[in-house]
């Protein structure tokens, strides 16, 4: 069964406008999230992450939110722009794996239309 | 470029055949990983080396043997592997710390066919 979920496998937005990725997660042992984008071609690269002790992460256009309670985690990114188009992953990893055990989503793939 | 580099970048092979996949980290980091993407599923963790040890072995049939000579390098040796073992494979490393949590910096990955 899948411990992080993302459910939505595309997402398209206007260039300018605001992308929200979205990821689920069932373990409530995990306590440390993070994004990875990828491009084509390309491995996985880190984006952002967030601790659970905190509900906001922010670094430039993008903002990671967390809520423990629904055990949902969101991506937005503003403005949007057309490099931004890439497959987003959300990951997630517990206190006692360490950073060893990373779980994955499948991902979303973000269009960002000109 | 991330720091990590894996060789090659596509590779296909017949179910006979005995290959290697390639990875070396330029970060100085002292953990490394395997990990297999197939079509339509999320990344699977196979290996896990720290300070050149195995910790973590995800139930990876024996056809992948890992080797990890030193920090820098992590092998993926490929024998008799079947057509549903074509994948992405993707490489990573990072570094243990006490405190926070470590990021994890991957390669471009080796696009694998089995035929």
């Known amino acids: 069964d899948q411990q992080v979920k993302q459910n939505s496998p595309s997402l398209s937005v206007q260039e300018g406008r605001i992308s929200i990725l979205n990821c689920d997660y069932t373990?409530?042992?995990?306590?440390?999230f993070l994004w990875y984008k990828k491009y084509p071609a390309e491995g996985p690269t880190f984006l952002i992450s967030i601790s659970s002790i905190k509900d906001k992460n922010e670094d430039g256009r993008f903002t990671v939110f967390l809520n423990k309670s629904a055990k949902h985690l969101s991506l937005h990114i503003v403005p949007s722009q057309p490099g931004d188009s890439a497959v987003y992953f959300c990951?997630?990893?517990?206190?006692?794996?360490?950073?060893?055990?990373?779980?994955f989503g499948k991902g979303t793939k973000l269009s960002v239309i000109p | 470029e991330t720091g990590v580099t894996q060789t090659p970048r596509h590779l296909v092979m017949g179910m006979t055949n005995k290959k290697s996949l390639k990875c070396e980290q330029h970060?100085?980091?002292?953990?490394m990983y395997w990990y297999k993407q197939s079509a339509k599923k999320p990344l699977e963790l196979m290996f896990v080396y720290n300070f050149k040890e195995q910790t973590e072995n995800n139930s990876v049939p024996s056809r992948f043997s890992p080797e990890c000579p030193n920090s820098s390098h992590l092998f993926l040796h490929l024998h008799t592997l079947q057509p549903e073992d074509s994948a992405l494979y993707l490489c990573?490393?990072?570094?243990?710390?006490?405190?926070?949590?470590?990021?994890?910096?991957f390669g471009a990955g080796t696009r694998l066919s089995v035929l």
């Open positions: 990573a490393s990072s570094q243990e710390q006490t405190q926070g949590r470590n990021i994890q910096y």
């Open positions: 970060l100085g980091h002292n953990a």
């Open positions: 990951a997630a990893t517990s206190p006692g794996a360490g950073s060893y055990q990373l779980t």
């Open positions: 373990n409530s042992m995990f306590d440390y």
